[in-house]
């Protein structure tokens, strides 16, 4: 159990790393220009989606859905949090510096982003076939398929 938070917590750091890696680009970077801002914040977005990709990629093969999307949702939660009530104070801001539209928008940018990665990483294990589930259904046919038929006698 203390290694499955450790991993929360790990995950969630790197998440909100990325984001202040990329909240100090734009800050020391670019300051005053939005399109370069707005490229950065992109390729943060997709980074983010990238990493919970191979997350789920990986998680999915060796752990139930149910067991690993937890911990997926609880980590996207706290990285979530961190990354719009915290990374705008790091570069001296506030949460709410830009109003409520953008910081909501912060909020579903980020949820659309760790969704999309994860869906997209999932569903490429489950279409290989590489997933928890497809590997116990492959398990249990070729159990059944080892085993001779036993005659019955009447």
Known sequence: MARRWRDIGVLAGLL?????????IIHFGFDGDDTA??????????LIGVILAVL???????????EW????????????????????????DSPFAGGAGTFFAQIWLYLGAALAGTLVGYL???ALGLDHRSQGLKRYAELKAAKPRKVVRR
Not at 16 to 24: E, G, I, K, M, P
Not at 37 to 46: E, I, P, Q, T, Y
Not at 56 to 66: C, M, N, S
């Open 37 to 46: 801002a707005d490229r950065v914040s992109l390729g943060m977005f997709v």
């Open 124 to 126: 490429v294990a489950t």
């Open 69 to 92: 999307s937890a911990d997926v949702a609880g980590t996207v939660l706290v990285a979530m949090l961190l990354t719009v009530l915290v990374g705008p104070l790091l570069v001296g």
């Open 16 to 24: 909100f790393a990325v984001n202040v890696v990329a909240r100090l």
């Open 56 to 66: 789920a990629f990986v998680w999915g093969r060796r752990r139930p859905l149910g």
